[in-house]
C-alpha cells in the first residue's frame, strides 16, 4: 500500500497568515492526489482533485500543487473559518490512503 | 441537491454483525463510484471499501473477508455488512460519492453513523 505522510502535524498560525502543508507519497502517485478539510464533528470536505484543481465552491486562497511524490496545500490567507484539519488522499490505486492530518488552530 | 444518509450504526459486541445503510438522493447510486471511509474516536481518516458503477468492489485489508459492500438500485441506497466485528472496528462510518468531474477523489459525504464495539 501507498504510505502518504504529512508534514507538520500541527501547527498554530494567525488569521492573515499563509499556510503551507506538504503531503509526501511513498512512491510516485502521478497528480492523483486531493486534498481534504474536516473541523470536529464534521463530515470531510472537499478542497482540492487532481493536485491542483479547486472544487466547486471552494475560495481560492486555497490552491494545491505537486506532482509525482511531493504536494503541498496553501492557504494563502487564513480566515477564521480554516481552523480545522487538513487530510492528503491518494488515489491512483487500492487500497485509497489518506495522510495522517494536519491541525490547523489559533496562535 | 445531492444528499447522503447513513444509518444503521449503533453497539454491537466483538464477533457480531451490523449493516450499514446510506440512502442518496439527488443522484443515480448506481451511476457512481461510491466509498465508505471510516474514522476511529480521535483519529484521522481510513478508506474502507468501494463499489463501481459496473459493480467492482475493493477492500481495505483490515476489512476484507469480513466486511461487503453492495446496493440496491431501488433504493438507491448504499450498503456496507460488517460481520465478524472487533473492538478496532469502533469508529464513525462514512459514506462518499466519487465525483463525476473530480478525478475519483469524494466530492460528496454523509453525516457519519458511530459503531462501536464493545461487551
Known amino acids: 500500500a501507498i504510505q502518504m505522510t504529512q508534514s507538520p502535524s500541527s501547527l498554530s498560525a494567525s488569521v492573515g497568515d499563509r499556510v503551507t502543508i506538504t503531503c509526501r507519497a511513498s512512491?510516485?502517485?502521478?497528480?492523483?492526489l486531493g486534498w481534504y478539510q474536516q473541523k470536529p464533528g464534521k463530515a470531510p470536505k472537499l478542497l482540492i482533485y487532481a493536485a491542483s484543481s479547486l472544487q466547486s465552491g471552494v475560495p481560492s486562497r486555497f490552491s494545491g500543487s505537486g506532482s509525482g511524490t511531493d504536494f503541498t496545500l496553501t492557504i494563502s490567507s487564513l480566515q477564521p473559518e480554516d481552523f480545522a484539519t487538513y487530510y492528503c488522499?491518494?488515489?491512483?490505486?487500492?487500497?485509497?490512503?489518506f495522510g495522517p492530518g494536519t491541525k490547523v488552530d489559533i496562535k | 441537491e445531492v444528499q447522503l444518509v447513513e444509518s444503521g450504526g449503533g453497539l454491537v459486541q466483538p464477533g457480531g454483525s451490523l449493516r450499514l445503510s446510506c440512502a442518496a438522493s439527488?443522484?443515480?447510486?448506481?451511476?457512481?463510484?461510491m466509498s465508505w471511509v471510516r474514522q476511529a474516536p480521535g483519529k484521522g481518516l481510513e478508506w474502507v471499501s468501494v463499489i463501481y458503477s459496473g459493480g467492482s468492489t475493493y477492500y481495505a485489508d483490515s476489512v476484507k473477508g469480513r466486511f461487503t459492500i453492495s446496493r440496491d438500485n431501488s433504493k438507491n441506497t448504499l450498503y456496507l455488512q460488517m460481520n465478524s466485528l472487533r473492538a478496532e472496528d469502533t469508529a464513525v462510518y462514512y459514506c462518499a460519492r466519487v465525483g463525476e468531474g473530480s478525478y475519483g477523489m469524494f466530492d460528496y459525504w454523509g453525516q457519519g453513523t458511530l459503531v462501536t464495539v464493545s461487551s
Open positions: 512512491q510516485g502517485i502521478r497528480n492523483d
Open positions: 488522499l491518494q488515489d491512483y490505486n487500492y487500497p485509497l490512503t
Open positions: 439527488g443522484f443515480t447510486v448506481s451511476s457512481n463510484y
